[in-house]
């Protein structure tokens, strides 16, 4: 790999935003508490389609993300490792796939933002560098990927809203 391919690849991010109607806090449970909901089952976002029933979060600091495969949560795959946790304001979690080697992964942080309209939620997805040979265009892929799941959280997030 060139050094002009690294550092390319070093600084590639996959970006992501969305305005959801609902305080910070809300925004914040609604994308950890009720991922499982709104990120849906059967799309190519899983690593199992097939099995995979829902993804959680264990809360807080070093909690896992789980793609869960059976009800009782014994059978899952874990995506990644939180790395930040501060309701209303900041997630960072660490993300792989099922076919990276092993102790590969990205890095998730997601901050909630207030604005006038709700919340200002943006998604920067980056350290595709580590992923190695075949990444070329996975943030592109994944940009792609974050807005369509961005969309799915905030209609989520709108029927809570409409709820309360």
């Known amino acids: 790999m060139s050094e002009e391919q690294a550092t390319s690849d070093a600084s590639a991010v996959a970006l992501a935003s969305i305005i959801v109607r609902a305080d910070e806090n809300t925004a914040f449970r609604v994308f950890t508490e009720q991922i499982g909901t709104w990120w849906r089952r059967g799309t190519h976002y899983w690593n199992d ?49 099922d076919g990276w ?8 942080d997601i901050r909630f933002e207030p604005v006038d309209d709700g919340t200002l939620v943006t998604v920067v997805h980056s350290g595709w560098d580590r992923v190695g040979h075949g990444a070329d265009g996975y943030d592109r892929g994944y940009e792609e990927g974050w807005n369509e799941l961005l969309g799915w959280y905030a209609d989520a997030a709108r029927a809570v809203n409409a709820d309360a």
């Open 49 to 97: 389609s097939a099995r995979g029933l829902r993804l959680e979060f264990e809360p807080g600091l070093g909690g896992a993300l789980r793609e869960v495969y059976d009800e009782a949560g014994d059978d899952a795959l874990e995506i990644g490792r939180i790395t930040d946790w501060v309701p209303g304001k900041h997630l960072a979690y660490t993300w792989r796939e």
């Open 101 to 108: 080697e092993d102790g590969t992964s990205t890095q998730v």
